[in-house]
T-cell receptor, first 110, second 116 residues
């Protein structure tokens, strides 16, 4: 079945440093989604990418969808303590259920 | 507009007991799903539904039943609880956008279940 791999599993950064997490799928995706989960909380939808090569920005967050629609990345510029949490990518093909990566846990040291 | 409401928030069960985790959404979303989250395992799909009267199995369905009699409600039933079902359970809902894909999921706040 479809698999979504996410790296790294953990990332510790100093406040102000940049952060990137990568997502790779075993199959071509119809869309990729990104979620953030704060410690003790629930996943919160951040963004959805559907077009090959698409790039979207939300303030300090930049999301990319690969040309082959099999990989994606989330880049945070100048991290802040409010960025702490686990970031999940999730994707599917057609009408299949969304498959989540295992997430990247981000710690920010002030 | 409450979004996705899950009850209870916490539950302790004894091995062999049964219970139902409730999930309700007020956004008229046709798609609903249940995930479990375990440390290091990410979110794994248990069951999902694409509309009232339609359900299907996900990645880890054993030991769980679901039904979807209305658009709003999607309860998850544990038939005979086992310690391996200790987890955090999330319900999520979504709707379809042009192109046939689902828009981003709205998650409930979760149910933290411990089976002893």
């Amino acid at each position: 079945g479809q698999q979504v791999m996410q790296i790294p599993q953990y990332q510790h950064v100093q406040e102000g440093e940049d952060f990137t997490t990568y997502c790779n799928s075993s199959t071509t995706l119809s869309n990729i989604q990104w979620y953030k989960q704060r410690p003790g909380g629930h996943p919160v939808f951040l963004i959805q990418l559907v077009k090959s090569g698409e790039v979207k920005k939300q303030k300090r967050l930049t999301f990319q969808f690969g040309e082959a629609k099999k990989n994606s990345s989330l880049h945070i510029t100048a991290t802040q303590t409010t960025d702490v949490g686990t970031y999940f990518c999730a994707g599917n093909s057609g009408n299949t259920p969304l498959v989540f990566g295992k997430g990247t846990r981000l710690s920010v040291i002030a | 507009n409450a979004g996705v409401t899950q009850t209870p928030k916490f539950q302790v069960l004894k091995t062999g007991q049964s219970m139902t985790l409730q999930c309700a959404q007020d956004m008229n979303h046709e798609y609903m799903s249940w995930y479990r989250q375990d440390p290091g395992m990410g979110l794994r799909l248990i069951h999902y539904s694409v509309g009232a009267g339609i359900t299907d199995q996900g990645e880890v369905p054993n030991g769980y039943n679901v039904s979807r009699s209305t658009t709003e409600d999607f309860p998850l039933r544990l038939l005979s609880a086992a310690p391996s079902q200790t987890s955090v359970y999330f319900c999520a809902s979504s709707y379809s956008i042009p192109g046939g894909v689902n828009y981003g999921y709205t998650f409930g706040s979760g149910t933290r279940l411990t089976v002893v």
